[in-house]
T-cell receptor
Framework: GQNIDQPTEMTATEGAIVQINCTYQ??????LFWYQQHAGEAPTFLSY??LDGLEEKGRFSSFLSRSKGYSYLLLKELQMKDSASYLC??????????WGAGTKLIIKP | DAMVIQNPRYQVTQFGKPVTLSCSQT?????MYWYQQKSSQAPKLLFH???????NEADTPDNFQSRRPNTSFCFLDIRSPGLGDAAMYLC?????????????FGPGTRLTVL
């Protein structure tokens, strides 16, 4: 079966750095996405990785290792508004998005 | 601004009473998706359209139907809602189904079944 694993919940301090990990086992790989979802709202796109390495976009960076089936989302200079769930999703060989259940990130002052 | 719009944002229905949720997009995207998401769970794909081609997920109950009368609109019909169908329903669009084309989501419709 296909599987995306993320920690259920993480806590971090305002101004700090946090890394959210995602491991995946899918039938094929055609890219990995990270989405942010605030409570009661729709997911919004953060990043896309298809090649190994680090993609940086402002305070957010995403890393991919295809050989390890592993990605992480790195959030720097955390702000209270970053409190949200972060969902990892992998596009499989059929171009379907396989979603993780998300990591709820709690930011404390 | 180009966007994905869902109406209504909140829908209350009675057990067994049919309900229709609507989605429209101004992005002119080829693909439209319907997802069901329950609290603290991953979005679950119900079906998607690539243009007029309908693709039903194998485990989507027959109780759920969809229509896409034109490029801009897509509807989700729940014929006989049960208590287990209470969830957030998310509509998403993408230009194509592959490559870096990301899915853009509407704000969702939260369905309550009494």
């Amino acid at each position: 079966g296909q599987n995306i694993d993320q920690p259920t919940e993480m806590t971090a301090t305002e101004g700090a750095i946090v890394q959210i990990n995602c491991t995946y086992q899918t039938s094929g790989f055609n890219g990995l996405f990270w989405y942010q979802q605030h409570a009661g709202e729709a997911p919004t796109f953060l990043s896309y990785n298809v090649l190994d390495g680090l993609e940086e976009k402002g305070r957010f960076s995403s890393f991919l290792s295809r050989s390890k089936g592993y990605s992480y989302l790195l959030l720097k200079e955390l702000q209270m508004k970053d409190s949200a769930s972060y969902l990892c999703a992998v596009r499989d060989s059929n171009y379907q998005l396989i979603w993780g259940a998300g990591t709820k990130l709690i930011i404390k002052p | 601004d180009a966007m994905v719009i869902q109406n209504p944002r909140y829908q209350v229905t009675q057990f067994g009473k049919p309900v229709t949720l609507s989605c429209s997009q101004t992005l002119n995207h080829n693909v439209m998706y319907w997802y069901q998401q329950k609290s603290s769970q991953a979005p679950k794909l119900l079906f998607h359209y690539y243009d007029k081609d309908f693709n039903n997920e194998a485990d989507t109950p027959d109780n759920f139907q969809s229509r896409r009368p034109n490029t801009s609109f897509c509807f989700l019909d729940i014929r006989s809602p049960g208590l287990g169908d209470a969830a957030m329903y998310l509509c998403a669009t993408s230009r194509t189904a592959g490559g870096p084309d990301t899915q853009y989501f509407g704000p969702g419709t939260r369905l309550t079944v009494l």
